[in-house]
């Protein structure tokens, strides 16, 4: 049972244009969700979350959109540089009391041409 | 301010062998969550641990399991190892609240079991 999916496993973008990664969501319960980086060999780097209770978030190049009715949210990075060549997590939050649970989708591999 | 950091970062073992990974959580954090990530997949959640107990578990068999010493770092343990055991496991730490839900990711062990 898959709650968070990312369908795409990769995606190729020219320098200087727009990344569009996309993730969907099965649980209504979730109450925030959150984009990760990975380089090889490193853990995972937060970039940029979002409550559920908001529809958009931006910080610098990175804007998450969050359409609760589509059950859909989406990473935009503008302009694309080829530092930002990764694998980007989409992950959502399950919070019960004090624990906070992570579900995180399957990776989306970023390439940055230059 | 010192990051999340894991210990050991490569090992191997045999199946029906048993292993523990170390994890010192960042500075002031006082939550530590594990995450098992297999090749090709987005991590999963294994369990968190709060002021020295468990008050998370995800969908592992009980032959995971783990320890939060009082400097908030933390020991995950695994028994009777099996091939499927063969991933990266992440350890995450967190303040119990956040205004961005973040995890703080380590590098990870990579635990090869043969």
């Known amino acids: 049972d898959q709650q968070v999916k990312q369908n795409s496993p990769s995606l190729s973008v020219q320098e200087g244009r727009i990344s569009i990664l996309n993730c969907d969501y099965t649980?209504?319960?979730?109450?925030?969700f959150l984009w990760y980086k990975k380089y090889p060999a490193e853990g995972p780097t937060f970039l940029i979350s979002?409550?559920?209770?908001?529809d958009k978030n931006e910080d610098g190049r990175f804007t998450v959109f969050l359409n609760k009715s589509a059950k859909h949210l989406s990473l935009h990075i503008v302009p694309s540089q080829p530092g930002d060549s990764a694998v980007y997590f989409c992950?959502?939050?399950?919070?019960?009391?004090?624990?906070?649970?992570?579900?995180f989708g399957s990776g989306t591999q970023l390439t940055v041409l230059p | 301010e010192t990051g999340v950091t894991q210990s050991p970062t490569h090992l191997i073992k045999t199946r029906g062998q048993q292993v523990t990974l170390r994890c010192s959580s960042q500075?002031?954090?006082?939550?530590v969550s594990w995450y098992q990530q297999a090749l090709g997949q987005g991590p999963q959640f294994i369990f968190q641990?709060?002021?020295?107990?468990?008050?998370g578990r995800g969908n592992f068999p009980p032959r995971f399991s783990g320890l939060q010493f009082p400097n908030y770092s933390s020991e995950l343990n695994v028994n009777a190892l099996e091939l499927d055991d063969s991933a990266l496991y992440l350890c995450?730490?967190?303040?119990?609240?956040?205004?961005?839900?973040?995890?703080?990711f380590g590098e990870g062990s990579r635990l090869t079991v043969l």
């Open positions: 995450a730490s967190s303040l119990p609240r956040t205004n961005t839900g973040e995890l703080f």
């Open positions: 649980n209504s319960m979730f109450d925030y």
């Open positions: 979002i409550s559920s209770i908001k």
């Open positions: 992950a959502a939050r399950l919070s019960s009391g004090s624990a906070r649970q992570l579900t």
């Open positions: 500075s002031g954090h006082n939550t």
């Open positions: 641990y709060y002021r020295e107990e468990e008050n």
